[in-house]
């Protein structure tokens, strides 16, 4: 079963990608303005495909936490194990814009509405410049009123890998005095890198309290120390459904 799923949810999620990249034409050459409304749709279409056609209940905590951290510009610390964790976001808050690899804006239909929806660019390889070009890009995003999404481990992890968080995060916090919310998951248990099959079960998003700037080490450890304890509070929430079920 969950094979007929995965085949029908990769199908239908890559016709339609194809069908709004085309779509997405006129926005870019007539309405740019509409660029991020439709990524959102887009966003959101694909989501609902996945929880309806693969049996995912996704459970969002701590929304609250946004409201918490101001409601406007903000750094979320997301882990990254899966490409949902490029999706939810924009359905999360109003104005996202998500730190991502150079190379993607030159995927075709893709890339370029990336740019036109404000999602942040950056060529990793380019060191120096790379962070000059990222601090330049916050100050944008900051003036524009966006929230920032960022995956501080640089690349998708898999459920329960710790890897070393990358100190962009706290030259951001640091230069644009921006609040930092982390956020734990564990969609790679569901939606696992660039793996073909997708399961069902609870998959989960826990928004952490906000963190203030501080020094880049304190601030790594913090947004660590956040995560774990997030991660035992959904596996405590499984735990407790599991045995109502039993």
């Not at 049996?55 to 882990?79: F, K, W, Y």
């Not at 990336?114 to 790379?130: V, Y």
């Not at 969609?187 to 998003?205: E, I, P, Q, T």
């Amino acid at each position: 079963m969950a094979l007929l799923r995965s085949i029908l949810f990769n199908v239908m999620a890559f016709v339609l990608t194809v069908i709004m990249g085309v779509g997405a034409f006129p926005i870019r050459w007539f309405a740019k303005r509409l660029a991020l409304p439709y990524a959102k749709l887009w966003s959101r279409l694909v989501l609902v495909l996945f929880r309806d056609i693969c049996g995912v209940d996704v459970r969002i905590t701590g929304l609250e936490n946004l409201a918490a951290a101001g409601g406007g510009p903000m750094l979320i610390a997301s882990q990254h194990q899966s490409a949902f964790d490029t999706l939810i976001w924009m359905l999360l808050v109003p104005y996202p814009s998500y730190v991502m690899k150079g190379e993607l804006r030159r995927i075709p239909l893709l890339g370029p509405m990336l740019i036109l929806a404000g999602m942040m660019p950056i060529e990793r390889a380019a060191g120096a410049k790379a962070m000059r070009a990222l601090l330049s890009e916050t100050e944008k995003a900051v003036a524009a009123g966006k929230q920032i999404i960022i995956f501080p481990e640089g690349t998708r992890t898999a459920p329960g890998e710790h890897v070393a968080l990358k100190p962009g995060i706290a030259a951001m916090a640091a230069h644009a005095k921006l609040p930092v919310v982390p956020v734990a998951t564990n969609s790679g248990l569901f939606w696992g890198r660039n793996a073909f099959l997708k399961r069902s079960g609870v998959l989960h998003v826990a928004i952490g309290k906000p963190l203030a700037p501080m020094n880049r080490k304190l601030l790594l450890g913090e947004i660590e120390k956040s995560w774990r304890g997030l991660e035992q509070d959904f596996a405590a929430q499984d735990r407790i459904v599991e045995g109502k079920v039993a």
